[in-house]
């Protein structure tokens, strides 16, 4: 049983071992898998009764992070950060503005016509933060965001999100990297074989 | 933050104003061409299985499409030769030649007769007499053994069921003893050019299935080499329309392709037969000749082509897309 609330402009971590049910956790959010019983509600929408056809609608308002980032190998790092509002049907040159914008926060406005494979892993991460927040989600989803980088990349990615946050975007974090979210002073909540045991600012140990 | 926070996630207001409208369906009618011309530019950074497609798909267009150009000019053959069937009234002994002059015009008037021509008996032995080389056999005989003749022939436009009519109603009338018309291998023909063009229907419908799954197939194999790509834009908020798009477009691509292809294989061919074709006809004193293929055939063609490659789209997209969903 996992019940809680992450208020409007909130962030906030979700930890425990692997295994645990994090991932399940924002796969139920993101309606990748359906919850069997209970409730999810996000932004007022209720998921339990959100049919197929409406779930694109919902994943326009969430930014999901990736930990291997996911992105398009054979397009170029602009075309991948434009790709959320491509599917909105944005003009293009709102899209083009937009998109300089996103990358100009991850600081990769001179990389926009690179490859992917040409980056390094924490540029590729940013470039994955770049596409969850060009169309402004009011929500932030990370799955190990930092899981493929080393501490100092992980601190400035996190640094990233700090930022969105103090801008109203509602932040849920996944991660294991209890240091790294012990210097933190957010809010943690601690999973344990798919039930919530420790909801507060500090990390159960 | 308007654009997260609109359900609709149109950033136009849902197009409240006729301009707000007209913008929308521009920037519909932009998104499409763009992934239109995308889709085009995808097929030709694979230049060599395109071709191989776009050709397998023309082969299969191509075969139906010249066989039904050779039966039609066959048939366009049996018309022109149908001109020379005539329908023999062998008149009954003893009518006298006045009588038989004034059924010929009189037959001559009828809507459904181009014109007439009487033989009296004199002028049939006459001739028999020049030809036959039997001049001393005739001359054995007492009294003209032969009746008078008068050919009809029909109009060019008769259906061989109408000819067949006409015959039967000649042939009741008093003055003829004997109608006689040798239309039978203009029926045969006929039953065989609508046998071969059923057969060709076959053909036609068996090789357009093969289009629709060669179709299918290439974007079954195109639809599972992007699934990660599809994956991400699902992710990313990408409706099944979206995502359908480009598949359906490649569809079209091929389709198009391939029914150029075709038309290409049949003129080529067609220049190939000409000349032969020619010589062929010359020796039956014959002008025909082949064409070109027609416009309404181009126009069938492309039509055709591009209806199989969509479908074909359809088929493959509705098939194995839905099962590609985030995990």
Known sequence: MVSFRLEAGEMAFLTGHSGAGKSSLLKLITLIERASAGQIVVNGHNLTRLGRREIPRLRRNIGIIFQDYRLLHDRTVFDNVALPLIVTGLQRRDVARRVRAALD????????????????????????????????????????????????????????????????????????????????????????????????????? | MSAAKAPSGRPQGAGATRKGVRRGLKGYLERHLQVLIHALGRLSRNPLSTLMTTAVIGIALALPAGLYLVVDHVRDLGGQWRETTRISLFLKQGLADEEARRLAERLAGEAEVEGTEYVSPAQALEEFREFSG????????????????????????????????????????????????????????????????????????????????????TLRLDIESRREEIVITKLIGATDGFIRRPFLYTGFWYGLGGALVALLLVNLSLVLLQGPVQRLAGLYGSDFRLGFTSPEMVILLLAAGVMLGLAGALLAVGRHLRDIEPE
Not at chain 1, 143 to 161: K, Q
């Open chain 2, 134 to 217: 039997f001049g001393e056999v005739l001359d054995a005989l007492d009294g003209n053994p032969l009746p008078g003749l008068i050919t009809v022939q029909p109009i060019s436009s008769l259906p061989p069921e109408a000819i067949q009519s006409l015959l039967e109603r000649l042939r009741a009338l008093p003055e003829v003893d004997i109608a006689q018309l040798d239309m039978e291998w203009v029926r045969r023909l006929h039953s065989l050019v609508d046998l071969v063009q059923r057969g060709i229907l076959v053909i036609a419908i068996l090789l357009a299935l093969a289009v629709l799954l060669i179709v299918g197939n």
């Open chain 1, 105 to 205: 926060m991850v600081g990769l406005l001179n990389k926009e016509k690179r490859y992917p494979v040409t980056l390094s892993g924490g540029e590729q991460q940013r470039v994955g933060i770049a596409r969850a927040v060009v169309h402004k989600p009011p929500l932030l989803l990370a799955d190990e965001p930092t899981g493929n980088l080393d501490p100092e990349l992980s601190r400035e990615i996190m640094t990233l999100f700090e930022l969105f946050n103090q801008v109203g975007v509602s932040v849920l974090i996944a991660s294991h990297d209890l240091e790294l979210i012990g210097s933190l002073p957010y809010r943690v909540l601690t999973l344990e074989q798919g039930r919530l045991i420790h909801d507060g600012g500090m990390v159960a140990r």
